[in-house]
């Protein structure tokens, strides 16, 4: 087996975006672990698609989306229960701040809505980005972003704002 050289541009690409590649998946995910294998898986297909992308102006967006799919994908595989003789380790523990609300509500969704306010709200793509991302119609993505966002309204607890006197 011969092993594989990466290319200055492409050593340059990683060194450049591996950070926001990551703050992506984590906000995908809720889970820094997943969000780091999910990275490393892509920058793995990316690297070896590196010639292919190179004439290409956007290899961050072929990335972005192989981490999407591949998380929609894990998703979609963990769906079955399984029973195990001991119960995994507890989620790390929280501080009770906004952000964390925020990463509790965003666990709470479903992955379609979850995946649609990050790449809106993180990423801040269009409607019409998105749903090339997703293979979804804009209907669709419009139909979970407002899903989603009433879903975290409701968990998120907001003290109310009173209008001004005028």
């Not at 010639?51 to 981490?67: H, S």
């Not at 998703?75 to 790390?92: C, F, I, S």
């Not at 992955?111 to 804009?138: F, K, M, N, T």
Request: charge should be positive.
């Amino acid at each position: 087996m011969e092993r594989w050289e990466a290319p200055e541009t492409f050593v340059d690409f990683v060194r450049n975006r591996h950070v926001e590649l990551l703050r992506f998946a984590h906000v995908l995910t809720g889970d820094r672990h997943l969000a780091e294998d999910l990275v490393q898986d892509a920058l793995e297909r990316t690297g070896m698609a590196w010639k292919r992308l190179a004439r290409r102006d956007d290899p961050e967006g072929y990335t972005r989306k192989i981490i999407l799919n591949r998380y929609l994908n894990r998703l979609r595989k963990l769906k079955r229960e399984r029973l195990m003789a001991h119960p995994p380790e507890g989620p790390p523990v929280e501080d009770g701040t906004a952000d964390d609300q925020v990463r509790r509500a965003l666990a709470g969704l479903p992955r379609q809505q979850r995946a649609v306010l990050v790449l809106r709200y993180y990423l801040d793509l269009s409607e019409a980005q998105i749903a090339d991302a997703l293979g979804c119609s804009v209907g669709a993505v419009k139909s979970n972003a407002s899903r989603g966002m009433a879903k975290l309204r409701a968990a998120i607890a907001v003290p109310d704002v009173k209008e001004p006197v005028r």
